[in-house]
């Protein structure tokens, strides 16, 4: 029996580096040792991606219309081939609606396999967000398609880069609106979802930082009363539940980071988007200022509270350098390791 759980990968915007990363992640053979990975998006991109990355003669692509017809063999790439691009009218760093079009069914197609058992895991590369608007789909990203298609309502985004790991009460709104959404019951929530996700990545019993909102949390109502309204109410039921918050009660924002990369947290519960992506990418993003280049965009992003598994790059399609092959591939194996961590403790 091969006990290896089918890890399904959407390709990303056609235009973007999806394919290119796919390809680079996807060449090493060690890989195929830890999973059964299948790309799905368009074969013809992957070919012209293996050109772009050097790796003709190297690799082969195996296009099939069902799981079940492929190798999962180091030196080809299985792609579960939608047949959406129109590889003439594509153009590398480009918003369009027919690339748009395709990565949002590539979304799709994923969660119907995760959804009906046929792969154990999925894995997402970037998407445009306005690409997919100008295609009809009115999603402000992943986290929502995910949520929409397998019918969730209670998730949220959780960010990781080796043991530093967030989970946000609130995403993509203003931060005037995020505020407004630091309340009692969603902070529950957060805390609820970031114990059962760290027990999903086999961490037995989690220790749980709370962010406080405020400056230095408000200074007992000087500067803002969510932490005392909110937040502390939030984490006293969570107590009471058994949830392991070691400080009983919100860290000021400015020093709960420091703490969580000391070993005081396996995970943060932050506020608002930035609050927890800063952080994050000071730590995995790396650039080279003498060679011009990133030695390191790392960081996964895995949405919690669904039924099926979700990890995902922590950048964007690159559209900049797209189709050039300098494409870093470091956080599609890291998210492609979440996912595999996640399906082996199922």
């Keep these: 029996m091969d006990n290896r759980p089918i890890v399904g990968i959407t390709m990303g915007d056609p235009a973007g580096n999806g394919p290119e990363l796919s390809v680079k992640a996807l060449a090493d053979p060690k890989v ?28 082969k692509v195996n296009g099939v219309k069902e799981v079940k017809d492929a190798l999962f063999q180091p030196g080809t790439i299985d792609v579960y081939d939608m047949e959406m691009v129109d590889i003439e009218k594509r153009v590398y760093g480009k918003v369009s609606a027919m690339c748009g ?12 396999l995760a959804m009906a058992g046929e792969v154990e895991a999925t894995v997402t590369n970037a998407l445009n967000k306005e690409a997919i608007n100008l295609a009809g789909h009115h999603y402000s990203g ?3 398609i995910y949520a929409h298609y397998t019918n969730t309502e209670k998730y949220t985004m959780m960010l990781a880069h080796e043991d530093l790991r ?16 630091v309340k009692k019951d969603r902070v529950l929530e957060v805390i609820r979802i970031a114990n059962e996700g760290c027990k999903a990545l086999g961490i ?3 220790k749980i930082g709370v962010a406080g909102l ?29 949830i392991h918050i070691p400080e009983k009660k919100p860290t000021p924002p400015d020093t709960v980071f420091s703490k969580a990369l000391g070993g005081w947290y396996d995970i943060v519960v932050v506020m608002y988007h930035d609050q927890g992506h800063i952080p994050l990418k000071v730590k995995g993003f790396v650039y080279n200022c003498e060679k011009q280049r990133w030695d390191a965009v790392a960081g996964v992003n895995v949405t919690l ?29 890291n998210a492609m390791d979440y996912a595999i961590r996640m399906a082996n403790n199922k």
Excluded: W
């Design 101 to 112: 079009e395709a990565a949002f069914q590539y979304v799709k197609k994923v969660i119907e």
């Design 204 to 206: 037995r019993e989690p």
């Design 305 to 333: 509270g669904l039924p099926i598994i979700r990890a995902s790059v922590d950048h964007g399609t690159g559209f900049g350098h797209a189709g050039d092959g300098s494409a870093n591939e470091l956080s599609l194996v």
């Design 32 to 59: 195929y040792k830890k999973c059964r990975p299948i790309v799905v998006g368009d074969a013809n991109c992957i070919e012209a991606a293996i050109k772009i990355v050097g790796r003709g003669g190297q690799l």
């Design 214 to 242: 405020n400056p230095h949390c408000g200074e007992n109502g000087m500067f803002g009363r969510e932490e005392i309204d909110e937040i502390q109410p939030a984490i006293d039921n969570a107590l009471a539940e058994g």
């Design 166 to 181: 967030v989970v946000h009460v609130s995403t993509h709104v203003s931060l005037r609106q995020a505020c407004g959404q």
């Design 142 to 144: 992943h986290t929502e």
